[in-house]
T-cell receptor, first 115, second 112 residues
Framework: GAVVSQHPSWVICKSGTSVKIECRSL??????MFWYRQFPKQSLMLMAT?????????EQGVEKDKFLINHASLTLSTLTVTSAHPEDSSFYIC???????????FGPGTRLTVL | GENVEQHPSTLSVQEGDSAVIKCTYSDSASNYFPWYKQELGKRPQLIID?????GEKKDQRIAVTLNKTAKHFSLHITETQPEDSAVYFCAATGSGNTPLVFGKGTRLSVIA
């Protein structure tokens, strides 16, 4: 149980394009989802917290107009990187938490490369 | 907000020796402390966790200790094997919507 999927697993795009990453909880209802970014040889840095049906809460320094997060259902959250630039190249990982739970279940991550 | 410090950043041990990684946290409201192993390009894999009502937890070669008063928690790996080589992260969180906050990671190398 507690499986989280992410799609795509990797994406290469040109500078200026937008990329959408999907995060799904496959066997539980995720009341809260979290998006992290991990640069090479660094830790996971929280970008935003999203609750189903409400606006995401972004961490300081994360541009909400650039990283659009939608949590439209209890099993799906999406992260859209708008007008991507090479400095946005990173490993993006989502995680989900069920109702009343404290453990976070991680997706497999998406490797974004912006040329 | 929560701040998690992790030491050391790199650790090399001989196969069969023990490895210890230490973390401190700042928010006294945190009550859940997981440890993750991450291999290159993969998601973090939960290896053990501890909650604030427990001082120690063990699972085979892996143990975690928690000192709530000092806001310290540590990962202990005994009889290390080459396949234990990876990056290990500690993390802390409280209840509700508070997210996991990660330490900076420890790169463990087990030398055969």
């Amino acid at each position: 149980g507690a499986v989280v999927s992410q799609h795509p697993s990797w994406v290469i795009c040109k500078s200026g394009t937008s990329v959408k990453i999907e995060c799904r909880s496959l066997d539980f209802q995720a009341t809260t989802m979290f998006w992290y970014r991990q640069f090479p040889k660094q830790s996971l840095m929280l970008m935003a917290t999203s609750n189903e049906g409400s606006k995401a809460t972004y961490e300081q320094g994360v541009e909400k107009d650039k990283f659009l997060i939608n949590h439209a259902s209890l099993t799906l959250s999406t992260l859209t990187v708008t007008s991507a630039h090479p400095e946005d190249s990173s490993f993006y990982i989502c995680s989900a938490r069920g109702p009343g739970g404290i453990e976070q279940f991680f997706g497999p991550g998406t490797r974004l490369t912006v040329l | 907000g929560e701040n998690v410090e992790q030491h050391p950043s790199t650790l090399s041990v001989q196969e069969g020796d023990s490895a210890v990684i230490k973390c401190t946290y700042s928010d006294s409201a945190s009550n859940y402390f997981p440890w993750y192993k991450q291999e290159l390009g993969k998601r973090p894999q939960l290896i053990i966790d501890i909650r604030s009502n427990v001082g120690e937890k063990k699972d085979q070669r892996i143990a975690v200790t928690l000192n709530k008063t000092a806001k310290h928690f540590s990962l202990h790996i005994t009889e290390t094997q080459p396949e234990d080589s990876a990056v290990y992260f500690c993390a802390a969180t409280g209840s509700g919507n508070t997210p996991l906050v990660f330490g900076k990671g420890t790169r463990l190398s087990v030398i055969a």
